[in-house]
């Protein structure tokens, strides 16, 4: 069972009724604490036997017949001396101005709190209850009622008079009464009546269930939820009734009203007083149990219960157990429960104490959540609730959360939180980065560290740094990478590296992350000579990056070593930076990386480098073979003797070849394909290309007496050459290999080239008519002739302006007009006329005359 802790300091004496603290994992849902100021000075001499609630303060009534008036805190505002003994009941209307009060000796009171007005009357038996009107400011509302063995009912009337009247009588004594807008509730003996004072008829008895407890010792507890709805607890039964309108239809006799019970339950304790809650209850509980020393029945602390209802059960929210000053001795009827209407506040009323229970807001929440030690969530609900809580702050919250992690040793996640809760403070950052440091936890903070907005003292970066240069080079590596240049005195870890390679001075690691930092420094050319030690992939970006190509002119044989494909390629964009020349001179010695180099130039521009061609030549045979005749063929500055003179030498049949035909000596050039290589076929390839009558008359002369070649001829002559030709020399009896397959293609060449040329003619005389027809139907369209028309030769009207007069208009196909006496004289020999305007372009169809005469 949870018990509640109480939050009030108390005195040495009282502290051992102190409860022990929640050990459960459920929130709980109510906090509470004692009311003291006053309060506490009343009950050490005097003990409470009741009280009631307003919103703007308390009234409490004791043991000695006192009537307090006390402000939410505790405190005495007002006092009234009552009665010499205990007061049983206060009641007070809406409007906080009328009290009223019964007590044990059978008196009866009724005032104002702030004005004169003023009732007493001393009956002869206790009187119990008394409850005045709600509304008993309102001049027709000056109603209350008392309960002793009759539930009177007292009116004012005529000259101020009081009027009683009997609403019930003959059950027993009165215990309680709840009195809600025109409704009136009360239990007797035998269980609970409601009254309609509209109607003046009782409505509804809803008898008690247990009829073995003693009224007088387990009174029965009401209290109205709404204007509707009663809740009443009796011994271990709740009830929860509504009041309903009776349908017109089924009146007869009957009240107008009558009162359903919604939900009923039983409880495990006997109740001692009822609240709502929204749509829950909280239920003040009274406890009994068997002491284990003695095995006696004995009172246990009362609980303050929330449940919710369900139709025939109930569902408990949360249940506390309360620590309440002389529990020991309290019976079921001493206490009670009241609440304040739209606060939520419920006063737990017993002889010896008053204590407070409100619902917990986010405050209380957070509270409880640090108290389990549960950071995340705690910083969560600050973040949500921030304009709301009052109690607490995100960053001592945050700070806690932090402290809490490195405790438990779980450091990363420590400082993947300073992120997000330490934000732009740079004091708080320094401060943690310092506390990392003295648990030996730099490199977990490392990582996390702001780098803009905020930036931190060059001391913390350089502190963290040297952590990692003295125990993870690759860890330094990495921090040197991520981090800006400007976070840190670069000279003094620059010093710290170099002291370091001094024990260890091959190490790539600490080599690679000098040089960065000799980058950041714009210390550029020892960046690029250690780049170009490690051979590191960095150098072309740092070269383009900071325009280095002053500082790599002697140095680009070891660029070309170390990838000669970047090398020549940033070289070759870069050719203002650093010149073709410069670049040949610095490879003289290495050729293979110098034909490299002159090859991919070649490649963008066959003439940059056309004074290096000659050499090239030389370079292509040594180092790349396969690339010299595609040299030969697309150079224009090579010289054909060198090229011719290296390639005889080496015997480069192919590249010989191409410059002997190139240098004119085509029949050299074809000697040499059929007596080096014997290749007929790129014999036959050669002689086409060159498209020359001799060649084809050397080629049928060396391959006469040669079958292979005559197979090779006879595949392959018949499109360039008479095959006749070929036959004729033909010795008789030779035998030649697929001699009918290749006769047989022959004809089907001569069949396809005569297809061919019919198939080309029917296009021909097709698209000759076609055309024809279109020119024809051209010619026959009329032509306007009119005033805007002119002459093309003398630019006068084409038409004379008197009408009358005879004249003579050339028109042409072309639309050009003419008078006919601006045209030359035609000759003899050819009597057609022709445009002289398009003639002098070209003569064709539609220049032709098309006469006018008149």
């Known amino acids: 069972m949870a018990e509640a802790e109480e939050k009030e300091t108390r005195s040495n004496e009282e502290s051992t009724d102190e409860s022990e603290e929640d050990e459960s994992e459920e929130e709980p849902k109510l906090k509470y604490e004692r009311l003291s100021n006053g309060v506490t000075e009343i009950l050490q001499k005097d003990a409470a036997s009741c009280m009631t609630v307003h919103e703007k303060f308390l009234a409490l009534g004791t043991h000695y017949g006192k009537v307090y008036l006390l402000d939410v805190q505790g405190n005495i505002t007002q006092k009234f001396d009552v009665s010499p003994v205990k007061i049983n009941q206060i009641s007070l209307d809406e409007s906080g101005e009328h009290m009223g009060v019964c007590s044990e000796d059978g008196k009866v009171q009724v005032f104002g709190l702030y004005s004169a007005e003023e009732f007493h009357e001393t009956f002869d038996c206790p009187i119990k209850i008394v409850a005045v009107h709600p509304h008993f400011l309102r001049s027709h509302c000056k109603q ?11 009116e004012r009337g005529w000259m101020n008079r009081w009027k009683p009247s009997v609403l019930h009588e003959g059950e027993g004594n009165i215990r309680n009464v709840k009195w809600r807008g025109h409704l009136i509730a009360w239990a007797n003996n035998m269980g609970v009546k409601i009254l309609d004072m509209i109607s003046k008829q009782r409505i509804t008895n809803v008898p008690r269930d247990d009829i073995s407890l003693r009224p007088d010792m387990y009174p029965c507890s009401l209290c109205w939820k709404d204007n509707l709805t009663l809740i009443i607890g009796w011994g271990n ?14 009146m007869r006799d009957l009240p107008n009203r009558y009162v359903e019970i919604v939900f009923q339950f039983d409880t495990e304790f006997y109740i001692s007083g009822l609240a709502p809650l929204c749509d829950q209850l909280v239920i003040l509980s009274y406890v009994k149990e068997i002491s284990e020393k003695t095995e006696v029945e004995c009172c246990a602390r009362p609980r303050l219960d929330i449940v919710q209802p369900l139709p025939e059960s109930c569902e408990e929210i949360s249940s506390d157990a309360l620590t309440v000053r002389g529990f020991q001795e309290n019976e079921c009827r001493d206490y009670h429960l009241e609440y304040s209407e739209g606060e939520s506040l419920f006063y737990i009323i017993s002889p010896r104490d008053v ?7 986010q405050d209380d929440h957070i509270d409880w959540l640090l108290e389990k030690k549960k950071y995340e969530e705690a910083l969560m609900a600050a973040e949500i609730s921030q304009k709301t809580i009052k109690k607490h702050k995100i960053l001592d919250i945050g700070l806690a959360y932090i402290n809490h992690l490195v405790e438990k040793g779980e450091y990363d996640l420590a400082a993947r939180k300073c992120q997000k809760i330490l934000g732009k403070n740079t004091e708080l950052w320094e401060f943690e980065v310092y506390k990392f440091k003295e648990i030996g936890q730099l490199k977990a903070i490392s990582r996390y560290l702001p780098r803009r907005d905020p930036v931190l003292k060059p001391l913390i970066y350089e502190m963290v740094l040297h952590e990692f240069l003295e125990s993870d080079y690759e860890g330094f590596a990495t921090l040197i990478k991520e981090w800006p240049g400007d976070l840190y005195n670069n000279t003094i870890i620059v010093q710290a590296v170099v002291d370091h390679l001094k024990k260890d001075p091959q190490n790539r690691t600490l080599l690679r992350t000098l040089a960065e930092l000799y980058t950041y420094d714009q210390r550029y050319g020892r960046a690029l000579e250690i780049y170009l030690t490690l051979r590191h992939k960095d150098v072309f970006q740092l070269i383009h990056k900071h325009n280095l190509f002053s500082s790599i002119r002697d140095k680009i044989v070891l660029l070309m070593d170390f990838d000669s494909e970047k090398a020549v390629d940033m070289l070759l964009d870069n050719e203002d930076k650093i010149s073709i020349d410069r670049v040949v001179e610095e490879l003289e010695n290495r050729p293979e990386l110098q034909h490299v180099y002159l090859h991919k130039l070649f490649k963008r521009d066959h003439h940059k480098g056309q004074r290096y061609h000659e050499k090239q030549i030389s370079l292509y045979a040594e180092y790349d073979r396969p690339n010299l005749l595609p040299f030969l063929r697309d150079s224009t500055h090579c010289p054909l003797e060198k090229a011719l003179e290296i390639c005889q030498q080496r015997n480069f049949v192919e590249e010989t070849v191409y410059l002997l035909s190139r240098m004119g000596n085509s029949r050299s050039a074809l000697k040499m394909i059929m007596e080096e290589l014997q290749d007929v076929d790129k014999a036959i390839e050669f002689a086409k290309e060159q498209d020359d009558g001799e060649l084809w008359e050397d080629l049928i002369l060396y391959s006469i007496d040669k079958p292979p070649f005559i197979t090779g001829l006879l595949n392959n002559i018949g499109t360039h050459v008479d095959p006749i030709l070929l036959i004729h020399r033909i010795k008789e009896g030779m035998e030649i290999p697929n001699l009918r397959d290749s006769l047989v293609k022959i004809l089907q060449d001569y069949n396809l080239q005569i297809l061919l040329r019919e198939g080309c003619k029917k296009i021909l005389v097709a698209d000759s008519l076609s055309l024809l027809k279109k020119m024809h139907r051209t010619q026959m369209k009329g032509v306007l002739v009119d005033e805007e028309n002119i002459c093309e030769s003398c630019l006068s009207p084409i038409l004379p302006s008197d009408a009358s007069k005879s004249f003579n208009v050339v028109v042409f ?42």
């Open 813 to 854: 196909h072309c639309r050009h007009m003419f008078h006919k006496e601006c045209l030359p004289v035609s000759n003899t020999v050819s009597p057609v006329q022709f445009c002289n305007i398009c003639s002098a372009k070209h003569r064709g169809p539609g220049s032709a005359i098309l006469e006018m005469k008149k």
């Open 144 to 154: 209350f009622v008392t309960g002793g063995k009759k539930l009177l009912l007292y």
């Open 237 to 250: 039964s709740v009830k929860i009734c509504s009041v309903k309108e009776r349908h017109a239809s089924e």
């Open 355 to 361: 204590v407070v229970a409100k619902e917990r807001d």
